[in-house]
C-alpha cells in the first residue's frame, strides 16, 4: 500500500505494462490486458469517486471499482506464434488439483529468471518437445498434451515472465503451450 498514491505513481510504477488501474484510495494495479470479465461501467461521478491518498483532486476508483488506464506507449509482452524453433499451441486451462496437468511429466522447473528460452532450453534437454509456462515462473515439459484439456483464450495467458516482463509466461492456473518442431 502505497500511501501517497496519485495516477503519476501508478503509472510509474507500473512502467512495463500497458495498463494500470486505480481503487479505493491507494491501490494500484499493473497488468498486461484487462480482464475479459470486467463490466465497464459509464465514467461518471457515481462510481470512481474515492479521491487519491497523495493527490485529493485526482480520482483513484472508488470501492470495488478501478480506474483504468491504458499507455499506449507501452507495448506490453505478448505470445510469439514462432519461438525457438517451436510453434505457439495455445492458452490451456490448468487441470483441477488431483488430475494430470496439461503438460504432465516429471520435469518441471520454477525460477525467478523464467522466460521462453529459459523453459525452452530446459525441456529441449529432456528431449520434450511440449513445453509451456504459468504463474510467471513455472515451465512444465511433456512429449504430449494431456487428453481433455481445455482450450482458453489467448488473452487469459497474460503474466509477464519472472525473468523477461516483455514475454508472456501463462497466467493464474494458465498454461501457454508451446510444440518444438524437432
Not at 22 to 35: A, D, S
Not at 145 to 156: K, L
Request: with cysteine.
Amino acid at each position: 500500500m502505497i500511501s501517497i498514491m496519485t495516477i503519476q505513481v501508478c503509472q510509474a510504477f507500473c512502467a512495463v505494462y500497458p495498463y494500470y488501474g486505480l481503487e479505493y484510495f491507494h491501490e494500484c494495479y499493473c497488468g498486461t490486458t484487462p480482464n475479459p470479465a470486467a463490466v465497464k461501467v459509464t465514467p461518471d461521478a457515481t462510481y470512481c469517486t474515492t479521491s487519491c491518498d497523495g493527490n485529493s483532486t485526482q480520482k483513484c476508483g472508488g470501492a470495488g471499482y478501478m480506474s483504468l488506464y491504458n499507455d499506449p506507449s507501452v507495448p506490453g509482452p505478448n505470445d510469439p506464434p514462432v519461438f525457438d524453433n517451436s510453434n505457439l499451441v495455445a492458452c490451456y486451462q490448468e487441470m483441477a488439483s488431483g488430475q494430470a496437468r496439461v503438460l504432465d511429466s516429471p520435469f518441471s522447473a520454477q525460477s525467478d529468471s523464467m522466460s521462453l528460452q529459459y523453459c525452452s532450453d530446459y525441456c529441449r534437454s529432456h528431449n520434450l518437445p511440449y513445453w509451456g509456462l504459468e504463474y510467471a515462473n513455472q515451465c512444465y515439459c511433456s512429449a504430449a498434451i494431456t487428453a481433455n484439456s481445455v482450450v482458453r483464450p489467448q488473452s487469459e495467458c497474460n503474466l509477464g515472465c519472472a525473468g523477461n516482463e516483455g514475454q508472456l509466461c501463462g497466467g493464474n492456473d494458465r498454461v501457454i503451450v508451446y510444440h518444438r518442431n524437432s
